[in-house]
């Protein structure tokens, strides 16, 4: 019995380990803006699960999309990775958008194309929680 | 450089009160604007702003900010305790902008007002000018008042009299031809008294020089005529004066506005010095007469710069002292004080070069302040005093401020190169009881020089 | 509601309003020039590059012309007025991050801190400037409505941008108000006496020739 238990709660542990990531990423309520060297802004706010349940965004590879020879991929997507690693902070040869701005177009571009959510600076990043 | 000071610690003299417009009778004025109507006005107007004005006025005129930054550069409204209405943009209002606004829909009485606003509170001395941060030439829009003005008829009698005495004599003054010859034997007889080798070269052909002077000279200050052949004498300079018309070198059509009677005499002027093959014209210590000459008559005339080489008093003294040909015998010791004359250092920059000569000319020279392109305005120069006796309390009551000025410098001895400003600072003086003596510097050098 | 007024303003009204200041302008110099070219010529014929340049530099520089001597107040609200109405426009993070998000350019921004202040410089100044109209009698005197008007059109967007900066209650609404005055203010730049802005080049240009190469005396 308590052999069992224990077993439980290393697989238990195990899965949760493993799961952590997604459990992290069901709580996130900003972008991590971590990379940027002299952040002068809050984070965006951004509720991932409530903002792709609201927005009936099913595809990761939306967001997540990966690019290959200039076109999308149908089938690859890139929730393994950081943006940065295609988006550098500055844009250059192989990398045709900055950082900074492949956020501000994922966001505010696909907001405009639907005419729904925000737009404006404050809209995602108000100034309360910038300290 | 010193920093102009504006404001002197003198006190003692009033500032006038707010003046509105003192009220004048002026035959020249009231016969014109009862010649009026709604029509010829606007039609005037029309013309004038039309076929005469451009880039210039468009630009000064959508330009100005409103800024009123130009106010403290006008003796007028420095004098009359700071009325607004005097300021070179207020005048502008009363002139300008409604012309535009109304697009020349405007009473005979606003053009009455606007003469006598363009006449006889501004002498164009272009002080605000220097004042101004946008380049705007508040002088140059008076002078297109004044040229509606005139087309229209409204030009004070006095001026009026002595574009007429141009048109009719080349002269500005009625001096007969015989009159011109008789007066320039007569000095030269005095002269001679003094000096029996001096001549008084009339219509030498080929000489070096053509000396030229304003109608005042011979009409009442023939002793001016005198000191200069003494000077040119003494100098050994190869000179000329005009026996014929052609000698004076004043301008009033260029005040009144009547630029077709301008055109005309200013050619005359370059005609007698082309006649007489002279290298260059030199001209008496007459500042609107340089003006004319350098940079409105011969412009008129299609002359980027004068064709002959013209130069003014100050230029030509300053030449004579430094090449040694006159000598100071002893300095002048009263010390004296120095205006500078709109036409000629606003206008032609000769400030450094009048101070050359009356430093070597006397002992103790006394800046008054604000002095060189800042210098006060004289109230005289541009036609003002010009305009006759009707607006002598305009001139007096418009300029304590240079009365102040003046005061300040605790000098007895004012030297004012300069015909007009020499007139209008004789009246500031008596008027405001400060006692000057006004010299021409042709005067002192007369008194000092080695003869 | 917002979504289309906020794509009406950032799109073609922000293309209209410069569109409109640009040819605006290019209308105003072209009408001044043809002038030039039909009734003044001559004024080409005394235009000098050394003196204009002489004379732009005195007008340009703080306390370098006698006037701005006489009066330093203004000439440090004006200065300071001048500086912060092209500065902040055009080197506020803000704005550079949306040039970025359109076309992907972007250059130096100013300090948030900088910004700040700068952005209030400019509605400070022009409380003055009203201030100084009201009180002054020979400023009051060649006043018109119009010129507290434009005084109104210059501070609106700063005063507005700067609500936005602090996200004060109605955010949005105010964003909108900020855009389109702005854009107004562009777009009437041109045929206001804010033209001075262009014209200003000529006119101190010219006197400055005048003054030096053909009358040897200071403009200044």
Redesign the interface.
């Known amino acids: 019995m308590e052999k069992r238990a224990i077993m439980l709660l290393i697989i238990l542990m195990a899965v949760g380990w493993a799961a952590a990531p997604c459990l992290a990423q069901e709580k996130m309520h900003v972008v991590d803006n971590a990379i940027f060297p002299d952040t002068?802004c809050s984070p965006a706010l951004f509720d991932h699960d409530g903002h792709n349940e609201k927005a009936g965004i099913d595809d990761c590879g939306v967001c997540h999309h990966v690019y290959q020879n200039g076109r999308k991929s149908e089938v690859e997507t890139s929730e393994d990775s950081a943006c940065v690693e295609c988006h550098a902070l500055k844009?250059g040869a192989d990398n045709?958008?900055?950082l900074?701005?492949a956020f501000?177009?994922r966001c505010?571009g696909c907001?405009?194309i639907g005419?729904?959510g925000p737009?404006?600076?404050?809209?995602c990043h108000?100034?309360?929680s910038l300290h | 450089m010193a920093e102009p000071a504006e404001k002197t610690p003198l006190e003692s003299i009033p500032l006038a009160e707010p003046a509105t417009a003192l009220p004048v009778a002026d035959a020249g004025i009231e016969a014109g604007v009862q010649a009026l109507t709604p029509r010829t006005i606007a039609d005037t107007v029309r013309r004038v702003l039309g076929a005469e004005t451009g880039a210039r006025l468009k630009a000064y005129l959508s330009t100005c900010t409103h800024c009123g930054l130009c106010a403290q550069a006008c003796h007028f409204y420095l004098s009359n305790a700071h009325d607004p209405s005097y300021a070179p943009i207020g005048k502008i209002k009363h002139t300008l902008w409604e012309l535009l606004k109304r697009k020349g829909q405007v009473s005979p009485e606003f053009i009455r007002q606007a003469s006598l606003i363009a006449y006889t509170q501004c002498n164009m001395c272009r002080r605000c000018a220097i004042y101004c941060p946008l380049g705007i030439d508040v002088a140059y829009m008076i002078s297109v008042v004044r040229r509606i003005c005139r087309a229209l008829g409204v030009t004070p009698l006095y001026l009026q009299d002595t574009v007429n005495s141009h048109s009719a004599t080349h002269n500005q003054m009625w001096v007969k031809a015989d009159e011109w010859v008789d007066t320039l034997q007569w000095q030269e007889e005095d002269a001679r008294d003094e000096i029996p080798e001096l001549r008084i070269p009339l219509e030498k052909e080929g000489a070096d020089i053509m000396y030229s002077i304003i109608a005042p000279e011979p009409k009442f200050q023939a002793g001016l005529i005198y000191k200069a052949a003494v000077i040119m004498h003494v100098a050994g300079v190869d000179w000329t004066m005009p026996a014929r018309p052609g000698w004076d070198n004043s301008d009033m059509a260029m005040y009144s506005g009547d630029y077709d009677i301008m055109g005309r005499i200013k050619r005359f002027h370059f005609d007698t010095a082309a006649r007489l093959r002279v290298k260059k014209i030199v001209m008496g210590e007459c500042g609107h007469a340089f003006r004319s000459v350098y940079d409105t008559g011969n412009r008129w005339l299609g002359w980027r710069m004068p064709p002959i080489e013209t130069q003014h008093a100050i230029d030509f003294y300053y030449d004579l002292l430094t090449s040694g040909r006159i000598k100071v015998a002893r300095k002048y010791e009263e010390p004296v004080t120095l205006h500078d004359p709109c036409n000629i250092v606003r206008g032609y920059g000769l400030h450094e070069k009048a101070r050359y000569v009356v430093n070597a000319l006397c002992e103790h020279f006394v800046e008054m302040t604000p002095n060189r392109e800042y210098n006060y305005c004289c109230g005289a120069g541009g036609g003002v005093i010009n305009c006759g006796p009707p607006y002598k309390q305009t001139r007096m009551r418009g300029n304590s401020v240079k009365a102040r000025q003046l005061e300040a410098t605790g000098v007895k001895v004012l030297i004012a190169p300069c015909h007009n400003c020499h007139s209008g600072l004789e009246d500031i003086s008596q008027h405001y009881h400060l006692g000057l003596e006004v010299k021409f510097l042709a005067d002192i050098m007369y008194e000092v020089m080695e003869k | 509601m917002?979504?289309?007024l906020?794509?009406l303003l950032s799109g073609p009204m922000m293309w209209l309003a410069v569109i409109l200041f640009c040819a605006g302008t290019l209308y105003r110099l072209w009408t001044i020039f043809r002038l030039v070219r039909r009734k003044e010529k001559f004024i080409c014929s005394y235009l000098s590059l050394r003196y204009s340049l002489r004379s732009l530099v005195h007008w340009l520089t703080p306390f370098a012309s006698l006037n701005m001597r006489l009066n330093p107040v203004m000439t440090v609200v004006s200065f300071a007025f001048h500086i912060c109405l092209l500065f902040v426009p055009l080197f506020l993070?803000?704005h550079i991050?949306l040039w970025?998000?359109a076309w992907?350019i972007h250059w130096w921004a100013l300090p948030?801190l900088v910004a700040d202040i700068m952005s209030l410089v400019v509605p400070a100044a022009c409380i003055y400037f009203a201030i100084r109209r009201i009180r002054k009698p020979e400023v009051r005197y060649v006043t018109g409505v119009g010129d507290y008007l434009l005084l109104g059109l210059i501070a609106l967007p700063f005063v507005t941008g700067f609500y936005?900066r602090?996200?004060w209650p109605g955010?949005?609404p105010v964003?909108l108000v900020h855009m389109f005055s702005g854009q107004v203010l562009l777009a009437t730049l041109p045929f206001t006496r804010l033209s001075h802005m262009v014209l200003m080049w000529f006119t101190r240009s010219y006197m400055g020739s005048e003054f030096g190469a053909v009358r040897h005396a200071r403009d200044y």
């Open positions: 002068r844009a045709p958008i900055g900074r701005r501000h177009l505010i907001h405009q005419e729904v737009l404006m600076c404050a809209e108000p100034r309360a | 917002i979504h289309t906020y794509k993070l803000a991050v970025e998000q992907g948030d936005c602090m996200q955010y949005g964003m």
